[in-house]
């Protein structure tokens, strides 16, 4: 086998599995001491960035926890968003933890108490967080330590801030940068970090949302367990849980807050709509 068919394979291959942040690859030493990418090794735990429509590219790769950080105000905590997350957690096999910023700042208590129990309720690892105060770091330190990371939240959260914190790095300014630490392979904007603690923080800075558009609109409610638990009363199999939906258990069935239902819906009427797109065009 020529060198220049052995090439075009490699080439190949790397077409079909371009490496992004977080990936393993299989690597050779060539003579002049560099380093080729040969293959890049099965994924797990994977993100994807969800800007276009049918056009979803994966972020990262080996992501083993989503930190889906929202303050406890300025921003107002909005659930809705913290539901979108956890879809995109839920499709890529990530666990999600909830990281509640500003808790320095005067907030609602109550509406955090329920937030606390909802996804508590549901699994998730629920951290209160103050970076003025340093409440709750240690802590999210300790959640973190040698695994891998994705911080998800939107701006004004503290997202920049917490970065800093957990990597003791000061350069994290939320820049895109195309860069990464560890290669060019990518030009998504990730970046990844590595951990004082031990780990890595993938650094997503620059990308807007998480991809959940490739979700089928029936297969949404897997991943809110909670509904999918509840469905199985419904009366009509394939029911999609609308609202006034005959025959339909879920809207009142305990453990399936109103919140969860709501973002559920909303949720369900997007990818709908964008299915209705796809089959249009
Ligand atoms: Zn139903």
Not at 150 to 170: D, E, I, M, P
Request: net charge negative.
């Amino acid at each position: 086998m020529g060198g220049e068919e052995r090439e075009s394979t490699i080439a190949g291959r790397l077409r079909r599995a371009r490496p992004v942040v977080g990936d393993r690859v299989e690597i050779r030493e060539l003579p002049d001491r560099s380093v080729r990418v040969e293959a890049v090794l099965p994924r797990r735990g994977i993100l994807l960035r969800g800007a276009f429509r049918n056009e979803e590219k994966i972020v990262a790769a080996n992501v083993d926890v989503l930190v889906i950080v929202a303050a406890v105000a300025d921003p107002p905590l909005r659930t809705g968003l913290i539901d979108r997350y956890l879809v995109a957690a839920w499709r890529g096999e990530i666990e999600a933890m909830i990281a509640l910023t500003k808790v320095d700042l005067p907030y609602d208590e109550g509406e955090v108490a329920r937030v606390r129990e909802i996804y508590g309720g549901l699994g998730h690892r629920v951290i209160g967080l103050s970076l003025r105060t340093g409440e709750g770091l240690d802590e999210l330190r300790g959640a973190l330590a040698d695994r891998v990371t994705v911080l998800a939240g939107h701006s004004g959260v503290g997202k920049t801030s917490l970065t800093n914190a957990l990597t003791g790095r000061t350069d994290a300014t939320g820049k895109l940068n195309p860069v990464s630490d560890r290669g060019r392979h990518t030009t998504t904007g990730a970046r990844y970090m590595d951990l004082p603690g031990g780990g890595a923080l993938i650094d997503t800075a620059g990308i807007r949302s998480f991809g959940i558009a490739g979700v089928a609109a029936d297969d949404l409610q897997k991943a809110f367990p909670e509904i999918a638990a509840a469905a199985e009363d419904c009366e009509w199999e394939g029911c999609l849980h609308r609202e006034g939906e005959d025959g339909c258990a879920v809207e009142g069935a305990p453990g399936v807050s109103p919140e969860r239902l709501a973002s559920y819906r909303k949720l369900l009427s997007e990818l709908e709509e964008l299915e209705a797109e796809r089959g249009a065009s």
